[in-house]
């Protein structure tokens, strides 16, 4: 198997939770960020934390931060900053996967689970990309699995902040993609209180 690595968007407004900043909830007694950088960890996966500066005194080792310039640019610009600090830290093989996640997904465990099961299809020739629907037939970009040299590519050929304010679907069009469906329930995220509520997710302090 490839070496994985991920990009974790944890920078978001957060307005529908009136401004909470999203990769610092409580779920159970840790931060959502705290429960994602664990999760990773404990595959082996190292990567890439998108956000602002205050988050980078929670991170365990083997975990960049950055952010997208401007802040708040979107999720596209996002993502490219992730794919560039890999690619600056020369740490990536082209072979490698690099996985897109969010910050506000509650079970990181689960989700990685299922997302490591649908990776072997990028060992193959032809296969650059897993991302799944759900069961409304709606793309999970943020629950996906991309070659890393598919991604870096794309994004060493934007032009200089052109994918600012752009949606996630205009970055990752053009890969030859398996798009399995995600379970029920998995990939669960905060987005507004009624959600916090739902799945146990509280402001931290």
Excluded: Y
Excluded at 144 to 157: D, E, K, N
Excluded at 167 to 194: K, N, Q
């Amino acid at each position: 198997m490839p070496a994985v690595r991920a990009v974790l968007l944890a920078g978001g407004a957060g307005k529908r939770l009136g401004g909470a900043d999203k990769a610092l909830l409580d779920h159970g007694g840790r931060t959502l960020l705290e429960h994602w950088t664990a999760a990773l960890a404990d595959r082996e996966f190292s990567g890439v934390v998108v956000g602002p500066e205050h988050l980078g005194e929670n991170l365990p080792d083997g975990f960049l931060l950055t952010r997208e310039d401007p802040p708040l640019a979107g999720p596209a610009a996002a993502v490219c900053a992730g794919v560039r600090a890999l690619d600056g830290a020369g740490s990536a093989a082209p072979d490698d996967v690099v996985l897109l996640l969010a910050v506000d997904v509650v079970d990181p465990v689960a989700l990685l689970g299922w997302l490591q099961d649908w990776l072997p299809p990028l060992s193959r020739a032809g296969e650059q990309a897993v991302v799944p629907r759900d069961a409304q037939g709606q793309f999970q970009m943020l629950s996906s699995a991309f070659r890393h040299s598919w991604l870096s590519q794309r994004v060493a050929g934007l032009r200089p902040g052109e994918e600012t304010s752009q949606s996630l679907r205009w970055l990752l069009e053009g890969a030859r993609t398996v798009h399995p469906i995600l379970p029920a329930g998995l990939g669960a995220d905060v987005d507004t209180a009624e959600d916090a509520q739902r799945l146990g997710v509280n402001r931290s302090g």
